[in-house]
């Protein structure tokens, strides 16, 4: 049972154009939701996080949406450079368990 | 400056022949995690501990075990390695389990393949 999804598994944005990224979630107590990025042969790294009692957190080119009603977030990178380009993953985590759940990442090719 | 280190960072074993990979830290993390992540699957988490107490997942199977000897290193040990079980395993720490906006912090990976 996959508590957060991601549906698409890729998406191609010119560069300076806005990436948008989209996840959902089912489990309603999940109450902290992280983004990861990924490169090939790296690690995931942290890029931005959103506590559920807010619905907007923002770094820079990244803001991170939270509709909790539709279970539902969004990573927005204004405006995507080609550096851009890797793997995005969404985590969701619920302080009465303790492990992050992870979706199936979405491959973000930002093209020069 | 890496902080979790993993190694080897490829791991060719055969099948049924047992394997260890090895995780450090330099953050002083409280918590490692071990996943295990497929092609285009999301890491699924296998275990964890906090501090020195182990906490293995229900569905985590009897075949892979760890060891964490000190704070600093955690070890993922596959007992006898099935062609399924070729996959990246990623380790992971935070500084609590509780986790109060503390994002995990990852390794590279162990890419491990079985022949």
């Known amino acids: 049972d996959q508590q957060v999804k991601q549906n698409s598994p890729s998406l191609s944005v010119q560069e300076g154009r806005i990436s948008i990224l989209n996840c959902d979630y089912t489990?309603?107590?999940?109450?902290?939701f992280l983004w990861y990025k990924k490169y090939p042969a790296e690690g995931p790294t942290f890029l931005i996080s959103?506590?559920?009692?807010?619905d907007k957190n923002e770094d820079g080119r990244f803001t991170v949406f939270l509709n909790k009603s539709a279970k539902h977030l969004s990573l927005h990178i204004v405006p995507s450079q080609p550096g851009d380009s890797a793997v995005y993953f969404c985590a969701a985590y619920a302080n009465t368990g303790n492990q992050f759940y992870f979706g199936t990442g979405t491959s973000l090719t930002v093209i020069p | 400056d890496a902080m979790v280190i993993q190694n080897p960072r490829y791991q060719v074993t055969q099948f049924g022949k047992p394997v260890t990979l090895s995780c450090s830290q330099t953050?002083?993390?409280?918590?490692m995690y071990w996943y295990q992540q497929k092609s285009s699957q999301a890491p699924k988490l296998l275990f964890h501990y906090y501090d020195k107490d182990f906490n293995n997942e229900a569905d985590t199977p009897d075949n892979f075990q760890s060891r964490r000897p000190n704070t600093s290193f955690c070890f993922l040990d596959i007992r006898s390695p099935g062609l399924g079980d070729a996959a990246m395993y990623l380790c992971?720490?935070?500084?609590?389990?509780?986790?109060?906006?503390?994002?995990?912090?990852f390794g590279d990976g162990t890419r491990l393949s079985i022949l």
């Open positions: 953050l002083n993390h409280n918590v």
């Open positions: 992971a720490t935070s500084r609590d389990r509780r986790h109060s906006n503390q994002p995990q912090h």
């Open positions: 959103i506590s559920s009692i807010k």
């Open positions: 489990n309603s107590m999940f109450d902290y």
